[in-house]
């Protein structure tokens, strides 16, 4: 093929020689365009467009990122963590280090127990987190999965106990309904809040203090300015800003005084409020049952979940405050300090029981509940004994519009202003109200009934106490407080919280007040008083009320088994009290739900509130 | 003067030139390499004693005579035909199939092609009327395209051009004429839809996101994005060795390899990349002058083509790194870490300093 044996035509060399020249130099200044070509590329990159790219190398390199505050811990008034940052550990795999994940839980199962719904989660979160991330499988590890795991250690490579900061509620149940609970951050909550202060947070109150106080608790982010791979993995930090810690929040509760009051309902449901009405603190709230709030913590499982909607009496619902309940006789001194302030009848002014009362034209009887009556009895006496038909005629005499007008003005059917969050409303009900919501008049039996706090009336448990506030205080109605005093980073002292001012009721006659209040000491103190047993054995003065609420619908939610509707027509107790009379220094209500009698069970439990309160304040 | 230089250094044999042009271009690689490598030493040392082999071969190719080139050519590219089809059939490697595995060294037949088929065109026209008729312009076009097609199926397209330059490189010094070489230019535009079918996915994701960088930037785009953001970053005067942040942090992919210009230009700027196309360039010229005093046909055309295709691989993956052509395969001459391309383009060198010493002056 080569070496061919046609006849060729003889090769011209110095032909060939000046072709190839040619071809050579054109070549070569084609070579060299190009060249200047590819100067005239890297130009462009290089100086033209220089500082464009030298923004994005930047922005390649330097990373922002968050460092977390520390969140500010809760105390009670006395000084007693309610919500702790407790060191714990967490279980957490670096996929690029592990290996076969499969294969390594599979390991990891024979040295520590973790639940599929633990494993499913991984696998959900897995996705989000690069490979040289390492992703939580298991938080809250107790002491003996941690040593467990320390023994194995050399059996697992990308597997590691992490320790964190994990939100603690020792109290648990107790305080459950007060303090609420963080639980993990999620969409909904990022839009009530500002989103570049949270960037690094795992955890936000979900209700309760810690939702109320979220802002002042969580504190503020600091930023790392971190140098980093293409891959993500942080080099070195560049700069820092360290995060501001949220504040120490004190709150007015006194857990010996939550503790009294949680013990004396027993396994019953039902809620009591207290208050200091000198300052307008909560020294207590109670709502039974309660539910573990750690659990939320670190997401609930759906067993767990399903457990406490299952158990009985809603432990997720909150009664102290945002429970309606009907307040019954509890709502009598109201009715009468509107009967004597607005001159429809005077301190001295008596009303005949015969034990029924009717209307005029009408057949049907309101009745009292004793037999026979009560024969004469003024504001005192009405309210030592509970004498309806003295406030069935006041209340006939005041009319729904000026008991509508006089009650409002102690809080009832709005929401007190306390510094949490879902706040019930009850509802005190007026002409306008009716007609809006049935389109149909007043009716004066309606009027009659409202005047021993039955009817349309509901309030939660927490209005009751502090309207009884209000009326101890000479009027002062304020906004309850449950922090007590806010410690800021790095200060000492902490400083006070003040519950504020929100309405004067004004003191037209002094002396009626003070008859009122001489009715309820005289429902202790009496010797007919409906609740004249309970301030035995007593270092100070007792006054209060009983009252007792016709099952009314505890929540709008609550979904009533067709067997248990007889148990859940029982009557609720009700009872609210105050003590020293002469100088009050607590208020309490109580409710125990479907109780049956003010009496019997409210009023011992006030007592022992009262009690444990007053133990210490009268020893100071 | 003559006394005072040693005998052997002034044998002809070597072309001190090109062997400086060598050394400066592989020394740089090697400092770019250990700022690309992420400062691995062992990288550098790996790709010195490749460099090491390469340039005792090139040496040892050096001395012998381009006649004794031209007997053995046709040999050399049967051998180097058979294996690339056995390769096609049996090869090993990440889902392409480049490697031959010789137990001992892993050996990519489509290496030795690229010198194999310059000598064969330069062989197969050495003997005939130049500049080459219709028949004989055909008959070197199949002798180019039979392995050109074989490594275009591997998939290579990068190593398909190269062959195929060099081949066609060797035709046009041949004399080809104008008329068949626009033709070829035309029929190849026109076929280039063409070319589209026969690519492979990875291959048309290539071309796509070279067109498009911008539309997947984390993807597809990532490499061509992040090679001009490292070299429009490196400025005029540079970042300074081991400072380009690009380069360090392992933004640019292939860093070490096929980008390994992107971390040259980000770390020595503007200055740094006009100093090494200027290597490059002297190192083409030389190239085009030896084969301009070189003693035969099969010498000259040789020479030439092994020059130009130099320039093609600079040309090639510069135009890549700055995003002026798609991501082929084709690394930087000397520079870029691999040993199979600096074994052949050191073998290629020593031809050419065989064919300088055999120039047409001496006898």
Same mark, same amino acid.
């Given at each position: 093929?080569?070496?061919?044996?046609?006849?060729?035509?003889?090769?011209?060399?110095?032909?060939?020689?000046?072709?190839?020249?040619?071809?050579?130099?054109?070549?070569?200044?084609?070579?060299?365009?190009?060249?200047?070509?590819?100067?005239?590329?890297?130009?462009?990159?290089?100086?033209?467009?220089?500082?464009?790219?030298?923004?994005?190398?930047?922005?390649?390199?330097?990373?922002?990122?968050?460092?977390?505050?520390?969140?500010?811990?809760?105390?009670?008034?006395?000084?007693?963590?309610?919500?702790?940052?407790?060191?714990?550990?967490?279980?957490? %795999?670096?996929?690029?280090?592990?290996? &076969?994940?499969?294969?390594?839980?599979?390991?990891?199962?024979?040295?520590?127990?973790?639940?599929?719904?633990?494993?499913?989660?991984?696998?959900?979160?897995?996705?989000?987190?690069?490979?040289?991330?390492?992703?939580?499988?298991?938080?809250? !590890?107790?002491?003996?999965?941690?040593?467990?795991?320390?023994?194995?250690?050399?059996?697992?490579?990308?597997?590691?106990?992490?320790?964190?900061?994990?939100?603690?509620?020792?109290?648990?149940?107790?305080?459950?309904?007060?303090?609420?609970?963080?639980?993990?951050?999620?969409?909904?909550?990022?839009?009530?809040?500002?989103?570049?202060?949270?960037?690094?947070?795992?955890?936000?109150?979900?209700?309760?203090?810690?939702?109320?106080?979220?802002?002042?608790?969580?504190?503020?982010?600091?930023?790392?300015?971190?140098?980093?791979?293409?891959?993500?993995?942080?080099?070195?930090?560049?700069?820092?800003?360290?995060?501001?810690?949220?504040?120490?929040?004190?709150?007015?509760?006194?857990?010996?005084?939550?503790?009294?009051?949680?013990?004396?309902?027993?396994?019953?449901?039902?809620?009591?409020?207290?208050?200091?009405?000198?300052?307008?603190?909560?020294?207590?709230?109670?709502?039974?049952?309660?539910?573990?709030?750690?659990?939320?913590?670190?997401?609930?499982?759906?067993?767990?979940?399903?457990?406490?909607?299952?158990?009985?009496?809603?432990?997720?619902?909150?009664?102290?405050?945002?429970?309606?309940?009907?307040?019954?006789?509890? !709502?009598?001194?109201?009715?009468?300090?509107?009967?004597?302030?607005?001159?429809?009848?005077?301190?001295?002014?008596?009303?005949?029981?015969?034990?029924?009362?009717?209307?005029?034209?009408?057949?049907?009887?309101?009745?009292?509940?004793?037999?026979?009556?009560?024969?004469?009895?003024?504001?005192?006496?009405?309210?030592?004994?509970?004498?309806?038909?003295?406030?069935?005629?006041?209340?006939?005499?005041?009319? %729904?519009?000026?008991?509508?007008?006089?009650?409002?003005?102690?809080?009832?059917?709005?929401?007190?202003?306390?510094?949490?969050?879902?706040?019930?409303?009850?509802?005190?009900?007026?002409?306008?109200?009716?007609?809006?919501?049935?389109?149909?008049?007043?009716?004066?039996?309606?009027?009659?009934?409202?005047?021993?706090?039955?009817?349309?009336?509901?309030?939660?448990?927490?209005?009751?106490?502090?309207?009884?506030?209000?009326?101890?205080?000479?009027?002062?109605?304020?906004?309850?407080?449950?922090?007590?005093?806010?410690?800021?980073?790095?200060?000492?002292?902490?400083?006070?919280?003040?519950?504020?001012?929100?309405?004067?009721?004004?003191?037209?006659?002094?002396?009626?007040?003070?008859?009122?209040?001489?009715?309820?000491?005289?429902?202790?103190?009496?010797?007919?008083?409906?609740?004249?047993?309970?301030?035995?054995?007593?270092?100070?003065?007792?006054?209060?009320?009983?009252?007792?609420?016709?099952?009314?619908?505890?929540?709008?939610?609550?979904?009533?088994?067709?067997?248990?509707?007889?148990?859940?027509?029982?009557?609720?107790?009700?009872?609210?009290?105050?003590?020293?009379?002469?100088?009050?220094?607590?208020?309490?209500?109580?409710?125990?739900?479907?109780?049956?009698?003010?009496?019997?069970?409210?009023?011992?439990?006030?007592?022992?509130?009262?009690?444990?309160?007053?133990?210490?304040?009268?020893?100071? | 003067?003559?006394?005072?230089?040693?005998?052997?250094?002034?044998?002809?044999?070597?072309?001190?030139?090109?062997?400086? !042009?060598?050394?400066?271009?592989?020394?740089?690689?090697?400092?770019?390499?250990?700022?690309?490598?992420?400062?691995?030493?062992?990288?550098?040392?790996?790709?010195?004693?490749?460099?090491?082999?390469?340039?005792?071969?090139?040496?040892?190719?050096?001395?012998?005579?381009?006649?004794?080139?031209?007997?053995?050519?046709?040999?050399?590219?049967?051998?180097?035909?058979?294996?690339?089809?056995?390769? #096609?059939?049996?090869?090993?490697?990440?889902?392409?199939?480049?490697?031959?595995?010789?137990?001992?060294?892993?050996?990519?037949?489509?290496?030795?092609?690229?010198?194999?088929?310059?000598?064969?065109?330069?062989?197969?026209?050495?003997?005939?009327?130049?500049?080459?008729?219709?028949?004989?312009?055909?008959?070197?076009?199949?002798?180019?395209?039979?392995?050109?097609?074989? %490594?275009?199926?591997?998939?290579?397209?990068?190593?398909?051009?190269?062959?195929?330059?060099?081949?066609?490189?060797?035709?046009?010094?041949?004399?080809?004429?104008?008329?068949?070489?626009?033709?070829?230019?035309?029929? &190849?535009?026109?076929?280039?839809?063409?070319? #589209?079918?026969?690519?492979?996915?990875?291959?048309?994701?290539?071309?796509?996101?070279?067109?498009?960088?911008?539309?997947?930037?984390?993807?597809?785009?990532?490499?061509?994005?992040?090679?001009?953001?490292?070299?429009?970053?490196?400025?005029?005067?540079?970042?300074?060795?081991?400072?380009?942040?690009?380069?360090?942090?392992?933004?640019?992919?292939?860093?070490?390899?096929?980008?390994?210009?992107?971390?040259?230009?980000?770390?020595?700027?503007?200055?740094?990349?006009?100093?090494?196309?200027?290597?490059?360039?002297?190192?083409?010229?030389?190239?085009?002058?030896?084969?301009?005093?070189?003693?035969?046909?099969?010498?000259?055309?040789?020479?030439?083509?092994?020059?130009?295709?130099?320039?093609?691989?600079?040309?090639?993956? &510069?135009?890549?790194?700055?995003?002026?052509?798609?991501?082929?395969?084709?690394?930087?001459?000397?520079?870029?870490?691999?040993?199979?391309?600096?074994?052949?383009?050191?073998?290629?060198?020593?031809?050419?300093?065989?064919?300088?010493?055999?120039?047409?002056?001496?006898?």
């Amino acid at each position: 093929m080569f070496r061919s044996n046609t006849p060729r035509p003889i090769k011209d060399a110095h032909d060939e020689q000046r072709l190839f020249a040619s071809r050579a130099r054109t070549g070569f200044i084609i070579i060299v365009l190009l060249f200047l070509g590819l100067v005239a590329r890297y130009f462009y990159l290089q100086v033209s467009h220089h500082e464009d790219f030298t923004t994005r190398s930047e922005s390649n390199r330097v990373q922002v990122q968050p460092v977390t505050p520390n969140r500010g811990l809760i105390y009670d008034r006395r000084g007693r963590l309610l919500a702790e940052n407790r060191p714990a550990f967490r279980l957490e %795999i670096i996929p690029e280090e592990a290996g &076969s994940i499969e294969e390594t839980l599979q390991t990891l199962r024979e040295v520590i127990v973790f639940s599929e719904e633990e494993e499913e989660r991984f696998w959900k979160t897995r996705n989000r987190y690069r490979d040289f991330e390492s992703i939580p499988l298991k938080f809250n !590890l107790d002491e003996s999965e941690v040593a467990r795991f320390a023994v194995n250690r050399h059996r697992f490579s990308g597997i590691k106990v992490v320790p964190y900061l994990a939100r603690s509620y020792p109290y648990a149940d107790m305080l459950a309904h007060v303090l609420g609970y963080v639980g993990r951050l999620d969409a909904g909550d990022l839009a009530r809040v500002d989103e570049r202060n949270y960037r690094g947070t795992t955890h936000i109150g979900k209700i309760g203090a810690e939702r109320f106080y979220e802002s002042q608790l969580h504190g503020t982010s600091g930023i790392e300015r971190v140098e980093t791979n293409a891959r993500g993995r942080v080099l070195r930090v560049l700069e820092r800003q360290d995060p501001v810690p949220g504040v120490d929040l004190v709150l007015s509760l006194d857990v010996a005084v939550q503790q009294a009051a949680w013990d004396m309902l027993g396994d019953r449901a039902g809620s009591i409020v207290a208050l200091d009405p000198t300052d307008g603190s909560v020294i207590a709230m109670v709502s039974k049952p309660g539910y573990d709030p750690n659990l939320f913590v670190h997401g609930i499982s759906n067993a767990d979940y399903q457990a406490i909607l299952d158990s009985p009496n809603q432990p997720l619902f909150n009664r102290a405050l945002a429970g309606g309940y009907e307040p019954g006789s509890t !709502l009598k001194p109201f009715i009468g300090l509107a009967g004597l302030e607005l001159g429809v009848i005077g301190i001295q002014d008596t009303v005949f029981s015969t034990g029924e009362f009717r209307l005029e034209g009408q057949v049907r009887p309101f009745h009292d509940w004793k037999d026979g009556g009560h024969g004469w009895a003024d504001i005192r006496l009405a309210l030592e004994e509970s004498v309806n038909t003295y406030f069935y005629k006041l209340a006939l005499g005041l009319g %729904i519009d000026r008991i509508h007008f006089y009650l409002d003005q102690f809080g009832f059917g709005k929401p007190t202003g306390i510094d949490l969050p879902g706040e019930g409303s009850g509802l005190l009900p007026s002409r306008d109200w009716k007609r809006g919501r049935y389109n149909e008049p007043w009716y004066p039996g309606e009027t009659v009934i409202s005047g021993i706090g039955q009817g349309f009336n509901v309030v939660t448990p927490l209005q009751l106490a502090n309207a009884l506030a209000t009326l101890v205080n000479g009027g002062q109605r304020k906004a309850p407080r449950l922090a007590y005093a806010i410690k800021q980073p790095g200060d000492v002292q902490a400083e006070r919280v003040s519950a504020p001012l929100v309405f004067q009721v004004p003191v037209n006659n002094n002396q009626a007040w003070l008859a009122v209040l001489d009715g309820l000491r005289r429902v202790v103190n009496g010797a007919r008083g409906t609740a004249r047993d309970v301030a035995l054995n007593a270092d100070y003065v007792m006054a209060g009320k009983t009252g007792t609420s016709q099952v009314f619908g505890l929540a709008e939610d609550e979904k009533y088994e067709e067997s248990e509707v007889a148990e859940h027509l029982r009557h609720h107790a009700l009872f609210i009290a105050f003590a020293p009379y002469e100088n009050p220094k607590i208020v309490v209500a109580v409710v125990v739900d479907h109780g049956g009698s003010g009496t019997r069970d409210a009023a011992p439990i006030a007592r022992a509130v009262l009690d444990a309160w007053l133990s210490q304040e009268l020893t100071r | 003067m003559n006394r005072l230089i040693p005998g052997w250094v002034r044998s002809p044999r070597l072309d001190w030139i090109m062997l400086a !042009l060598v050394l400066m271009i592989s020394v740089t690689g090697l400092a770019v390499l250990y700022s690309a490598s992420g400062q691995d030493a062992a990288y550098v040392e790996r790709q010195a004693i490749r460099l090491g082999i390469g340039l005792v071969g090139m040496i040892m190719i050096s001395l012998v005579p381009p006649h004794v080139l031209r007997i053995w050519t046709p040999w050399l590219f049967g051998f180097g035909l058979i294996l690339l089809a056995t390769t #096609w059939l049996v090869g090993v490697g990440r889902g392409t199939q480049r490697w031959l595995d010789l137990g001992i060294i892993r050996f990519q037949p489509s290496e030795l092609m690229k010198l194999a088929v310059p000598m064969m065109v330069a062989a197969f026209l050495h003997p005939r009327m130049l500049p080459p008729g219709w028949k004989d312009s055909l008959l070197a076009g199949l002798i180019l395209l039979a392995p050109t097609f074989i %490594i275009m199926r591997q998939p290579d397209l990068g190593t398909a051009l190269l062959v195929a330059s060099s081949g066609g490189f060797t035709l046009f010094l041949a004399g080809i004429r104008w008329r068949i070489i626009v033709s070829v230019m035309v029929v &190849s535009a026109a076929l280039s839809p063409v070319l #589209w079918i026969f690519m492979e996915e990875y291959q048309r994701n290539r071309v796509r996101s070279f067109l498009e960088p911008e539309s997947d930037p984390l993807g597809q785009g990532w490499n061509i994005i992040q090679s001009k953001i490292a070299v429009g970053s490196g400025g005029l005067t540079g970042k300074g060795w081991l400072n380009g942040t690009q380069a360090q942090l392992e933004f640019i992919p292939e860093r070490h390899t096929d980008f390994i210009l992107a971390v040259f230009a980000e770390e020595f700027g503007l200055l740094g990349v006009c100093l090494l196309l200027a290597l490059y360039l002297a190192l083409i010229g030389r190239g085009l002058y030896i084969a301009t005093i070189a003693r035969d046909t099969y010498s000259r055309l040789l020479a030439g083509s092994l020059a130009m295709t130099l320039f093609v691989y600079v040309l090639v993956n &510069s135009a890549m790194v700055s995003g002026l052509l798609p991501v082929v395969g084709i690394p930087l001459p000397l520079i870029s870490y691999g040993g199979t391309s600096a074994v052949s383009l050191l073998a290629g060198i020593g031809i050419l300093m065989s064919i300088y010493s055999h120039r047409k002056f001496i006898k």
